[in-house]
């Protein structure tokens, strides 16, 4: 019998690559089965009191998750257009985290936690594609929810997150919060966007969770949802 670990990860990798055809249905369907594994997986483990990093799981992940890209950066980002709002165009960063195979020896061993992570905000961003590219408010009523939720549990010091994570979260939540119509707390997230862009900067960070990838994609995605949508506001132009 296969290990359920690698039944996951294969779940996982499937769910990848519908994400990446466009098949934004089908890895919703995948990903929330392994969401559904995943939580059991963790119950299972409290409840034996076992650790997590204990088990010989053979899946594997970044120690800084990394992000799946084409040679072509046109490829992981999505350009979509709110009907009500056509005068600007809005860009979702739509390259879903991804679980490494298991002979990579350059990663660390993923926690339960981690994975449940990794799945989420895959599944938040299947959700989010399906809802934009069908103009399907109840599926993007999902996402917003799911991205909320990744939001305020990424914040978990062992999940071992960099700051690009945060952006790519925070991008994403508002991008869906401004098609909506809730403008302020979209404006909220951009805004926060913004400072953690200006914190990188000052530090002189590089934000990319694996050195080897081209960073011009994404960051080029979040500094346009600053540019769009929080240097229109004057206050916040003058601070930028």
């Known amino acids: 019998m ?49 650790s997590p990093n204990g088990s010989s799981s053979p899946l594997l992940v970044p120690q800084y998750y990394q992000v799946d890209m084409d040679d072509e950066p046109s490829s992981s980002q999505i350009h979509v257009f709110d009907a009500t709002r056509n005068m600007e165009q809005h860009k979702i960063f739509a390259a879903p985290l991804i679980v490494p195979v298991s002979n990579d020896t350059r990663y660390q061993p993923c926690s339960n936690e981690q994975y449940q992570f990794i799945i989420t905000y895959n599944l938040a961003l299947s959700y989010h594609l399906a809802a934009m590219t069908q103009r399907n408010l109840q599926k993007l009523e999902v996402a917003l929810g799911l991205w909320d939720l990744i939001y305020r549990f990424h914040w978990n010091e062992d999940l071992g997150l960099v700051t690009f994570h945060t952006c790519a979260i925070l991008n994403n939540h508002g991008h869906g919060l401004q098609q909506v119509g809730a403008e302020k707390p979209a404006r909220d997230c951009f805004e926060s ?22 960073s011009c994609c994404w960051n080029e995605c979040f500094f346009h949802s600053v540019s769009t949508l929080v240097l229109k506001d004057p206050m916040t132009a003058r601070a930028a």
Not at 2 to 31: F, N, W
Not at 201 to 206: A, L, S
Request: proline letters at 3%; glycine letters at 2%.
């Open 2 to 50: 296969i290990p359920q670990t690698k039944l996951l990860c294969e779940m996982c990798h499937d769910a990848v690559q519908c994400i990446v055809s466009g098949l934004y249905d089908d890895a919703a369907e995948v990903l929330t089965k392994a969401l559904s594994d995943i939580q059991q997986e963790i119950v299972a483990a409290s409840s034996t009191e076992e």
């Open 193 to 214: 966007l913004l400072c953690a862009l200006c914190l990188c900067v000052e530090k002189k960070t590089h934000m990319s969770p694996v050195s080897e990838l081209d």
